[in-house]
């Protein structure tokens, strides 16, 4: 009989997978749209100065690497950590497969005069073998991964020195997931996150050294920023009927401070998972 409180690393594994699995049944089952580069209509939104020092978690990743480090960014978006590691490090990989998030990332480069970043046209674990480092950073990804194992494994095997993990707490996209109900009928099937992660590198007789902080949430300039990334979460086409009803409840919950939008305000708990 499974032991909930000591799960085998299959057990761990299968279930992990099963998360994924009825998360993406679920968008098959209610979608309206499919974007070929599903960041793209959000791609700007990710850009970041690097030169940045009051976020709590990237102060922590700069003082993890060293000088003499290559860094492997899987799945790097527009460069929230590449750029600011960059400054800090011999080089950064940046692994991303989205054509959106690699163009953000490379105006950052140009825009900060910083060379020292691989730009890498990939998917994680399938380019594993062609990428090397000493730091493997995988940060705010691998919720949706349903073969997490190879990913895991690749991640260590690719690493000489540390891998990282940066993962929410609660199942991301957590204020888009509220709305599945009012939206589509049905409560969102969560992601695993934070904890289960932790569960799984104990299932697999990993240890870690976690550190639990803060972020701030996610703020939009615009109410239709805000309005583009619901569309992306809830999967639904502009001028459709649940699409109206969308832009109903984004009008209704979105909240303003100073001269910035949030469907929320309360900070977000993020954990950093070394291993």
């Not at 959000?42 to 860094?71: N, Y």
């Not at 703020?219 to 009927?241: F, I, K, M, N, V």
């Amino acid at each position: 009989m499974p032991d909930a409180l000591r799960p085998s690393a299959d057990e761990a594994l299968h279930a992990w997978a099963a998360r994924v699995r009825a998360n993406r049944e679920q968008v098959d089952r209610f979608r309206e749209a499919s974007p070929t580069d599903f960041y793209a209509p959000i791609a700007g939104m990710f850009r970041s100065d690097p030169h940045r020092r009051d976020e709590p978690t990237l102060e922590l990743l700069r003082s993890l690497v060293l000088p003499t480090d290559t860094v492997i960014d899987i799945g790097a978006g527009g460069g929230r950590y590449a750029l600011p590691l960059a400054l800090v490090t011999r080089e950064v990989v940046a692994l991303e497969p989205s054509e959106g998030m690699r163009r953000v990332l490379q105006e950052g480069m140009a825009e900060h005069v910083i060379a020292n970043i691989r730009v890498v046209d990939g998917r994680w674990p399938v380019i594993a073998s062609v990428v090397g480092g000493d730091v493997a950073l995988m940060s705010h990804i691998g919720y949706d991964v349903e073969d997490i194992g190879p990913f895991l494994d690749a991640m260590e095997a690719a690493a000489s020195r540390v891998r990282i993990a940066v993962l929410l707490a609660q199942p991301p996209p957590r204020e888009a997931d509220r709305l599945w109900p009012e939206i589509h009928g049905v409560e969102r099937a969560a992601l695993p996150s934070l904890p289960e992660f932790l569960t799984l590198l104990l299932a697999r007789g990993r240890l870690f050294e976690v550190r639990l902080l803060e972020r701030s949430p996610q703020t939009y300039e615009q109410p239709d920023q805000a309005l583009a990334w619901l569309r992306q979460q809830l999967w639904t086409a502009p001028g459709s009927d649940k699409d109206t009803a969308l832009q109903r409840l984004a009008h209704a919950r979105l909240q303003q401070r100073d001269g910035r939008y949030a469907l929320s305000w309360d900070p977000v708990k993020v954990g950093i998972v070394i291993f």
